[in-house]
């Protein structure tokens, strides 16, 4: 990830364990910092990726020193994973939204296949989100993270499906819903690795076949 020279002397632990943040902004201009350095990485990513973007380059574009870059971030992977958990986070929204009140299969199937095609949209529009959830795989933190969140979304789906077929076994429903919201990030890795053509067609396969195994997990 990120060079020994540009590593900061890891003196101070994370005040929260479930952020990436090094210390966390408390005062209105701390927020207003993270922000800025947020953006410009965002800015950085966009530009040359991941990979290419160093620490140096984002405190630069923030208009602050090295120093004061590492108060919040150790490493530019805690920036990556700040971003990632933001993008998570977002995504996770959008499926308890759509799904939290689903009370048909019908309403379900409708909701779910609109949110396939509304992440692909996000991905296809998105450069730096697309960047980040690409290179999960290669970076052991992100895929923890990564794999967690889709942990949580199955259960979002999970429940949705128990409110349609409450005799189906809690187990059952918890690993389908589990696998497919975790193929379909798989899904979409792939679809934007390709050409739009070729992306569209591989969602569609993709949805067709999670339709017909939420068919079968409703209907029993």
């Keep these: ?30 927020r207003e910092r993270v922000e800025k350095i947020l953006d410009c990485a965002t800015t950085l990513i966009a530009e040359c990726g991941s990979d290419a973007m160093r620490m140096n380059e984002v405190a630069r574009l923030s208009g602050i020193s090295i120093g004061s870059l590492y108060q919040y971030f150790p490493d530019k992977g805690a920036i990556i994973q700040t971003l990632a958990e933001r993008y998570n986070a977002h995504g996770r929204d959008c499926i308890e939204t759509a799904l939290v009140s689903v009370s048909t299969a019908d309403e379900l199937l409708n909701a779910f296949s609109a949110l396939i095609d509304e992440y692909y949209e996000i991905f296809l529009d998105e450069p730096v989100m697309r960047e980040i959830w690409c290179g999960t795989q290669a970076d052991k933190a992100l895929n923890d993270s990564e ?12 429940d949705a499906l128990h409110r349609l077929n409450s005799s ?28 739009r053509a070729e ?7 993709y949805k067709r076949m999670a339709i017909t195994e939420l068919r079968r997990v409703i209907h029993g």
């Excluded at 992306?199 to 396969?205: C, E, F, H, R, S």
């Design 168 to 195: 189906a076994e809690h187990e059952e429903l918890a690993a389908a819903a589990f696998l497919i919201i975790h193929l379909g990030e798989a899904t979409m890795r792939l679809a934007v690795s390709v050409d």
């Design 147 to 158: 794999l967690a969140n889709s942990r949580v979304n199955g259960g979002v789906l999970a």
């Design 199 to 205: 992306g569209g067609k591989l969602v569609d396969a």
């Design 1 to 30: 990830m990120e060079s020994s020279s540009e590593q900061a002397p890891a003196t101070e632990a994370p005040l929260n364990e479930t952020s990436s943040l090094r210390r966390m902004p408390n005062q209105r201009r701390s």
